[in-house]
């Protein structure tokens, strides 16, 4: 069976910091990923998703970038976070046909102070 | 552009009782998906449920089901006897024909009382 995994579960760092949240997962080839955050209290909201290695869409502009060195590893970097980088970021995994459910992994929760 | 509302933002339930929560899209697209998802306490979020456009009968998964009504665009989700594990966030996600990404409602929390 497919498994997601995210790390770390939790993380503080200052402002200025840089960061990398990584996402693995188990159990399928050539899976679409996608990067999500969530403000405190709020709906979804998403950051980059990729249908292949070298292939990642940016839906909203920001400090963040994305990338992803294997076929089922997605990274979530910045080099210097802002304090409104804060949230709950998830990372989800689908393969297609025939409903293309996205499944999520345990989330990070990052706090910028 | 893709548009979920869910109106809202809580709702209360007794034990064993059924719930509704409500669903509403915006779409030009003939051909997409519906997905409900749960977000307990812990974060992390839980697929339910899926309704194509083109599916006839309304989609059941357990105590699921998902009450799809094409011409007024709703997609409500219907939780049968409901349990106090049942109380979380409930949000809905709609995928446009064509493409891989989700767009999601503001979410309903949900809470279950003894």
Known sequence: ????????????????????????????????????RQAAGRGLQLLFYSIGIDQISSEVPQNLSASRPQDRQFILSSKKLLLSDSGFYLCAWSVGSPTDTQYFGPGTRLTVL | ????????????????EAVTLDCTYDTSDQ??????????????????????????????EGRYSLNFQKARKSANLVISA????DSAMYFCAMRDEGYSTLTF???????VSP
């Not at chain 2, 552009?1 to 064993?16: D, H, L, N, R, S």
């Not at chain 2, 997409?32 to 083109?54: A, D, N, R, T, V």
């Not at chain 2, 409602?105 to 809470?111: C, F, Q, V």
Request: net charge negative; hydrophobic share 30%; with cysteine.
């Open chain 2, 1 to 16: 552009a893709q548009k979920i509302t869910q109106t809202q933002p809580g709702m209360f339930v007794q034990e064993k």
């Open chain 1, 1 to 36: 069976s497919q498994t997601i995994h995210q790390w770390p579960a939790t993380l503080v760092q200052p402002v200025g910091s840089p960061l990398s949240l990584e996402c693995t997962v188990e159990g399928t080839s050539n899976p679409n990923l996608y990067w999500y």
């Open chain 2, 105 to 111: 409602g503001k979410g309903t929390m949900l809470l």
């Open chain 2, 31 to 60: 051909s997409y998906g519906l997905f409900w998802y749960k977000q307990p306490s812990s974060g992390e979020m839980i697929f339910l449920i899926y309704q194509g456009s083109y599916d006839e009968q309304n989609a059941t």
């Open chain 2, 82 to 85: 409901s349990q106090l594990g």
